[in-house]
T-cell receptor, first 115, second 111 residues
């Protein structure tokens, strides 16, 4: 999947615990996006980040979810006090810049299961 | 509100048949992407179309963007079992990677 690296690939958390999902974009890409795919639903945009900046977080749930893309290191999607409804596949995508036909490249995803 | 409607949702055909998947919206998109997703994996980009009326071909796959940039189609000629998978269309309203995805078309090609 074009070099976007996500880890962990699978994560199991008990209700109330925290989940941290990491994403390293493709080399040379400075734009990162997080999407969520709930069971039986389509992919939904969550957040768009550039280095040290959140550009668009209109798809993020208002509580418990946060994202960052620090100057150094991977982007992190953090889910606090997880609930069963957070169980989903979380995909990170990256692009070198905006434009370019809006083409973004996805990682292989992190599957979160809340028990 | 589902802004991008894909049809059909499920399609089961025999090897060698042709098929078309549609992606429709009442909204105008600046570009539209088609992805294919295998179980347990992320979406893999197939094509990006940007210009109204644009047609792109990728081997046996033909992609078309509607003249008004509100709809798109994916046509597969002589389908093969290896084409089996979930096909997703995704539209962008402006520059940037915020994509609106359709619900997907689950294609099964039987040998």
């Amino acid at each position: 999947n074009a070099g976007v690296m996500q880890n962990p690939r699978h994560l199991v958390r008990r209700r109330g615990q925290e989940a941290r999902l990491r994403c390293s974009p493709m080399k040379g890409h400075s734009h990162v996006y997080w999407y969520r795919q709930l069971p039986e639903e389509g992919l939904k945009f969550m957040v768009y980040l550039q280095k040290e900046n959140i550009i668009d977080e209109s798809g993020m749930p208002k509580e418990r979810f946060s994202a960052e893309f620090p100057k150094e290191g991977p982007s992190i999607l953090r889910i606090q006090q997880v609930v069963r409804g957070d169980s989903a596949a979380y995909f990170c995508a990256s692009s070198p810049r905006t434009g370019d036909g809006n083409t973004i490249y996805f990682g292989e995803g992190s599957w979160l299961t809340v028990v | 509100t589902q802004l991008l409607e894909q049809s059909p949702q499920f399609l089961s055909i025999q090897e060698g048949e042709n098929l078309t998947v549609y992606c429709n919206s009442s909204s105008v998109f600046s570009s539209l992407q088609w992805y294919r997703q295998e179980p347990g994996e992320g979406p893999v980009l197939l094509v990006t179309v940007v210009t109204g009326g644009e047609v792109k071909k990728l081997k046996r796959l033909t992609f078309q963007f509607g003249d008004a940039r509100k709809d798109s189609s994916l046509h597969i000629t002589a389908a093969q079992p290896g084409d089996t998978g979930l096909y997703l269309c995704a539209g962008a309203r402006n520059q940037g990677g915020k994509l609106i995805f359709g619900q997907g078309t689950e294609l099964s090609v039987k040998p």
